[in-house]
């Protein structure tokens, strides 16, 4: 089992780029596929990227493509997002998530999650 933690949330102005971090702890991080998640006031949470256990493989949602880049360290247990270029819609709660390779379907393990907000 991999705990997750995240960090690097915080204001912003709009244009303002912020790096978060996700922390994981529990053996083998490389076999797990991370992703992160996000989820704004009254609305679901929604996809916003992810990246595949050896890092060749990312994927990102429209909102976000061009504007967003996930990473990975697997010798730190840790994934980036680092988010340029925001928009106050990029305002949320992101979460950091993740599943086991070629094992599990849905992401099954998740962090508390880390507020970023960004002022227009």
């Known amino acids: 089992q991999v705990q997750l933690v995240e960090s690097g949330g915080g204001l912003v102005q709009a244009g303002g780029s912020l790096r978060l971090s996700c922390a994981a702890s529990?053996?083998?991080?490389?076999?797990?596929?991370m992703a992160w998640f996000r989820q704004a006031p009254g609305k679901e949470r929604e996809f916003v990227c992810g990246?595949?256990?050896?890092?060749?493989?990312?994927n990102y949602a429209d909102s976000v493509k061009g504007r967003f880049t996930i990473s990975r360290d697997n010798g730190k247990n840790t994934v980036y997002l680092q988010m340029d270029s925001l928009e106050p819609e990029d305002t949320a709660v992101y979460y950091c998530?993740?599943?086991?390779?070629?094992?599990?379907?849905?992401?099954?393990?998740w962090g508390q999650g880390t507020q970023v907000t960004v002022s227009s």
């Open positions: 998530a993740a599943k086991i390779s070629n094992a599990e379907l849905q992401y099954v393990y």
């Open positions: 529990g053996p083998i991080f490389r076999i797990y596929d």
């Open positions: 990246i595949s256990g050896s890092g060749s493989s990312t």
